[in-house]
């Protein structure tokens, strides 16, 4: 019985050492990589950007629309077309504690009045104020926590008279696993009720 003994802590610290990783969005262009946190408190479309960027769909598309001091747009075209697709449209889940701050990273929609989001998809806003008129009328579901640097860039590039980056700028769209270390390492904080 005793030679079970050392079996069982060493079972016991493998179980209570083992690490929580999060579901972090991963965008790299030929910029660098991009890194998301994807809130849990809008899980209908976390869970739409994670589906589409597991099944390699935004890797399709480019970063159609970018505009210095307000956001660098990429996924479907911005096109009656590009929202026509309805798998893709998720009904709001706005937050009042989730804003357009610098680095917000949120999901596209046309003038529908129900205000319901396409999920195919995304912009990252670049205005270091924010853009606090879009509080509640566009849908932030993630922050960008490695990479503002690069969208900082991507908005500076020459554009056609669509906002359309004359070199295309494309996606290659992941979901990778993090540890909490490895995101605040970033300085980013968690949220509390992710912890």
């Not at 802590?9 to 965008?27: D, P």
């Not at 790299?28 to 809008?42: R, V």
């Not at 509080?135 to 993630?142: A, P």
């Not at 909490?180 to 912890?195: L, T």
Request: hydrophobic share 40%; proline share 4%.
């Amino acid at each position: 019985m005793k030679r079970f003994f050392p079996l069982a802590i060493l079972l016991l610290f493998c179980a209570c050492s083992e690490v929580r990783t999060y579901q972090v969005g991963q965008i790299n262009t030929s910029f660098g990589e991009m890194l998301i946190w994807l809130y849990d408190e809008t899980p209908k479309h976390k869970e739409a950007f994670i589906e589409l960027a597991e099944e390699g769909y935004y890797d399709d598309y480019t970063f159609n629309r970018v505009i210095d001091k307000f956001v660098a747009q990429g996924g479907c075209p911005d096109t009656p077309e590009g929202f026509a697709y309805s798998v893709h449209l998720l009904e709001p889940e706005f937050r009042d504690d989730i804003k357009h701050i610098y680095g917000a990273f949120g999901a596209g929609r046309d003038g529908n009045p129900g205000k319901l989001s396409a999920a195919c998809q995304f912009y990252i806003v670049q205005n270091e104020n924010g853009l606090a008129r879009l509080d509640g009328d566009y849908m932030i579901y993630g922050h960008v926590f490695k990479g503002m640097d690069l969208v900082d860039q991507i908005v500076k590039v020459e554009t056609d008279s669509t906002d359309q980056p004359l070199t295309a700028i494309e996606l290659d769209v992941n979901v990778i696993e993090m540890t909490a270390a490895e995101i605040e390492g970033y300085g980013f904080e968690i949220p509390v009720g992710s912890k």
